[in-house]
């Protein structure tokens, strides 16, 4: 009976859609020279091999060391290869703070074509930050990275690798994950009892409700394919923490492969997750996937942002 009803107030409470609305602010970037330029659509052709789409909210301290990485590593291979090309969107995710200031210095020192900002209204959380990056994108290849420069943004090559071993892809769609979990056993040494317990609760309700092939679904470093960005991100409804699960759970209802990848990773200072609530939280939003799509309350399907 407690089940029924849970499911029931699942199933009562969920929007049927996610809200896919774009505030006329969000509706260009600000180029390197102040001048307004509308964003692209992911249901234009690509005209960029990749996209870099790093959400950020109050990233002011974090950002440089990031945005230097990466920006030297993407300049580098371009040189080795002009065919090459790239994007970098710094989605400023109603920052309280510098960050959108910090992230268009970059954007005037390598040109708006390389570095775009693009600043939400209000803040829609890290899945909401990266889906309007994503939804403003150019590359035949998309790939999400933290703001906090956690992995080493040459592993993308690791990644890369993983993506291609998938193919043929089906559709054009495949999915590569950075992954944490062959380091577990060193991050468990240096955590508190209680954030380990934390960590292995939440590791397994997410194999039990929604994702079972995958063993570390929150490392922020994950390249998807155009075609796969476009099917799983237009259905995505968590916009918060647990988006990853939602994603992956989608991923794999419609059969995109997905790669799991060993990449080097540093915990950084200034995380925003607060162990006990945000775990909480995430609790609630894995449980929700799982009874919402079972109950036909959300669906699979594509739609448009406007």
């Known amino acids: 009976l407690l089940f029924h009803q849970i499911c029931m107030i699942a199933h009562v409470t969920a929007r049927k859609m996610p809200t896919l609305h774009r505030h006329e602010e969000e509706k260009f970037f600000v180029n390197a020279e102040g001048g307004k330029e509308s964003v692209p659509s992911i249901h234009d052709p690509p005209t960029r091999e990749l996209s870099v789409i790093v959400p950020s909210y109050n990233e002011e301290d974090r950002l440089p060391l990031m945005m230097d990485e990466a920006l030297d590593y ?6 080795r290869d002009p065919s090459f090309t790239y994007e970098v969107i710094v989605v400023d995710d109603g920052s309280k703070d510098q ?3 910090v992230a268009m210095k970059y954007c005037k020192k390598y040109g708006s074509d390389k570095v775009r900002v693009l600043s939400l209204v209000k803040n829609r959380g890290k899945g909401g930050a990266v889906r309007m990056g994503v939804f403003s994108s150019r590359g035949k290849k998309i790939l999400m990275a933290d703001a906090d420069g956690a992995t080493k943004f040459a592993d993308i090559e690791k990644v890369e690798e993983g993506l291609k071993d998938l193919q043929p892809w089906p559709n054009q769609m495949a999915i590569s994950c950075g992954s944490r979990a062959h380091l577990e056993k060193d991050s468990i040494a240096k955590r508190s009892y209680f954030r380990t317990l934390l960590m292995y609760g939440f590791h397994f309700l997410v194999w039990f409700l929604c994702v079972k092939e995958i063993r570390d ?4 470093f994950k390249l998807l394919t155009r075609e796969a ?3 799983t991100f237009s259905t995505l409804h968590i916009e918060r923490w647990a988006f990853d699960v939602e994603l992956l759970y989608i991923a ?3 059969r995109i492969p997905i790669a799991e990848v060993a990449v080097n990773w540093t915990e950084i200072e200034g995380s925003k997750l607060v162990p006990f609530w945000s775990w909480l939280q995430m609790g609630r939003d894995l449980l929700f996937i799982r009874l919402r799509y079972m109950t036909g ?3 699979l399907e594509t739609r448009k942002c406007n």
């Open 217 to 220: 679904t929150q490392c922020g």
């Open 252 to 254: 794999q209802h419609l």
């Open 229 to 231: 960005a476009l099917w």
């Open 297 to 299: 309350a959300w669906q």
């Open 74 to 79: 993407l300049e580098k291979r371009q040189k």
């Open 99 to 101: 960050t959108k200031k």
